[in-house]
């Protein structure tokens, strides 16, 4: 009887030990060492802007009054199309790759009429001003340019619920929205070690962050950047094998417990 109180007791305090504590799992919070960010408050964060580099693809439109430039630069893939463009979008796939203009590693695109263009290091903006002038020897009044890269590209690898590599149509993306794409992390998930891997034009670097902390939003990778990568630890509490709430947990750990009590059953008799 002694021993099965004894055993009993250690599954108790196992139990104990792999329950994950709700501030754990609470996004953007006001941590004790840090001044208190209130609800409602106008919080200034840092976005730069985003510089092209290899491996990016943008979209390029032009618009002129000479109709042969119009008839370069016009695209008859399906991007072109708005209801084939959602279909790939919501299959997930990249309409972008076949039609858009993707840099090279010597950071150049290369463009109807004007050629081999580097884009390396500059910005949308940048890139727009540059074809506009480029584009002034061919149009020579009335040149409109629209410049956009060909949506945003990341990784989610780890624990989360639905890991995977995704192409998001939008100019910019936070990386709560990365994470919801992504189904959310899991219960074990630990979200104040986050890592991002970042594609820099000199290399790669490793940054990590903390989801639980609200500062978060100040920080320069509160916005995700095309070709990132977001990986995720589990907790210590996964070596446990426990479910993911306090119930199959507790489910657990009493099956154990019923199954200790019939071994014990039949030693005893």
């Known amino acids: 009887m002694k021993l099965l109180k004894n055993i009993l007791l250690v599954i108790l305090m196992a139990a104990a030990a792999a329950c994950v504590q709700n501030k754990k799992l609470i996004y953007l919070q006001n941590f004790d060492q840090d001044p208190e960010l209130a ?9 730069p802007d985003y510089r092209l580099q290899y491996n990016d693809i943008i979209d390029v439109k032009v618009q002129t009054r000479d109709e042969q430039v119009n008839k370069e630069f016009a695209g008859t893939t399906q991007a072109s199309n708005p209801m084939m463009a959602g279909q790939l979008a919501q299959g997930g796939g990249d309409i972008y790759y076949m039609t858009g203009y993707s840099v090279n590693k010597a950071g150049e695109i290369r463009l109807p009429i004007l050629g081999s263009i580097n884009v390396q290091d500059k910005t949308l903006e940048e890139v727009r001003l540059l074809v506009e002038e480029e584009l002034k020897s061919y149009a020579k009044n009335d040149v409109f340019v629209k410049v956009k890269l ?16 995704f192409v998001v149509l939008q100019d910019r993306m936070t990386i709560l929205e990365a994470i919801a794409n ?27 962050l903390n989801l ?3 500062n978060l939003i100040r920080s320069p990778f509160y916005f995700i950047q095309p070709n990132d990568q977001i990986y995720v630890e589990p907790m210590k509490v996964r070596e446990f094998g426990t479910g993911e709430n306090a119930a199959q947990s507790l489910s657990i750990f009493i099956t154990s417990l019923t199954a200790v009590a019939l071994v014990l059953n039949l030693i005893t008799n």
């Open 39 to 47: 609800d409602g408050a106008l919080i200034s964060y840092e976005m």
């Open 212 to 214: 639980n902390d609200r």
């Open 150 to 165: 060909g949506g945003i590209r990341y990784s989610a690898l780890g624990e989360f619920r639905r890991p995977g590599k």
């Open 182 to 208: 992504a189904g959310d992390l899991t219960t074990v998930a630990q979200r104040d070690e986050v890592v991002l891997i970042r594609q820099y034009p000199d290399g790669t670097r490793v940054h990590r």
